[in-house]
């Protein structure tokens, strides 16, 4: 067999590979080359950004469980006149306060959201991503799209590390995301709007972008400029979803002013 018979047995077993757990290093010091041998792959890879993601981010809610259970415990209070309850409403009050104290609403349950927060979002990002792409002109395959977002979505794997050591350190819960430490906490007029938004915005967030922009132009086919403006029209879209819940939450509760927290 000849050497360039090899190398092209081994760049097609190379593309052939879904797991490629020797891109995540590389990804954050060399993303454009990392980025570029993501887009050449005609099958999926998005398997280990995923993994490590759902890893991480069930890891942070874990971490959570302390707070989560200690500010279960000293909210939990009666309402007035619970006395002249009758016996049987006492007991399914009284349960229903241990059921928020029990592990499925402390770990179970915010586990599994974690976990399901992760693949929607991979999953829209990438749908919107590869549907605005081909309205723009660009022949790059779905497949493309979903590892792209895949792979450029690892820097939140670095964010819920940050927030599980910041959980487990402090035993505080974290109620300002990102920027929103720097919006009212009334839950009041324009701040009510504004502080699910800055929520989203941390260095993580930001660097997600950057790498979906390298990622899309070296592979999108099209103009620079054209898959400039289409990835951040895709992220703006995602960015007022992710704000949504938040928004709703606001208007049904004020939240406590804290401090920002930049990192998280």
């Given amino acids: 067999m000849t050497e360039s018979e ?16 020797e891109w995540v290093l590389p990804l954050f010091f060399r993303p454009r080359r990392t980025l570029q041998a993501v887009a050449r792959q005609t099958i999926g890879v998005w398997w280990v950004p995923l993994l490590l993601l759902s890893l991480a981010a069930i890891a942070a809610a874990l971490a959570g469980g302390p707070a989560r259970l200690q500010a279960a415990q000293m909210g939990a209070t009666l309402p007035q006149d619970f006395q002249y309850y009758s016996p049987e409403m006492q007991a399914q009050f009284t349960k229903a306060l241990e059921m928020q104290q029990g592990p499925v609403y402390i770990y179970i349950f915010p586990a599994l959201g974690a976990l399901l927060g992760v693949w929607v979002q991979w999953f829209l990002l990438a749908a919107l991503l590869h549907l605005a792409l081909t309205l723009s002109g660009s022949r790059s395959s779905s497949t493309t799209s979903f590892n792209l977002a895949a792979w450029a979505s690892l820097p939140f794997l670095i964010g819920s590390l940050v927030q599980a050591v910041y959980l487990l350190s402090t035993g505080q819960l974290i109620t300002a995301p990102g920027l929103a430490g720097f919006a009212s906490a009334d839950g009041a007029g ?55 819940p ?3 939450a606001a208007r049904l509760s004020s939240m406590p002013a804290t401090q920002p927290f930049f990192f998280y």
């Fill in 6 to 21: 090899m190398e092209n047995n081994g760049s097609e077993a190379e593309v052939s590979r879904r797991l490629h757990f």
């Fill in 190 to 244: 324009l701040s009510a709007v504004a502080r699910p938004f800055l929520g989203v915005v941390d260095l993580y967030w930001i660097w997600h972008i950057v790498l979906l922009l390298i990622g899309a132009v070296d592979s999108s086919g099209t103009s620079r400029l054209k898959t400039v403006i289409v990835v951040l029209t895709v992220v703006l879209l995602l960015w007022v979803l992710r704000a949504l």
């Fill in 246 to 248: 938040g928004i709703l």
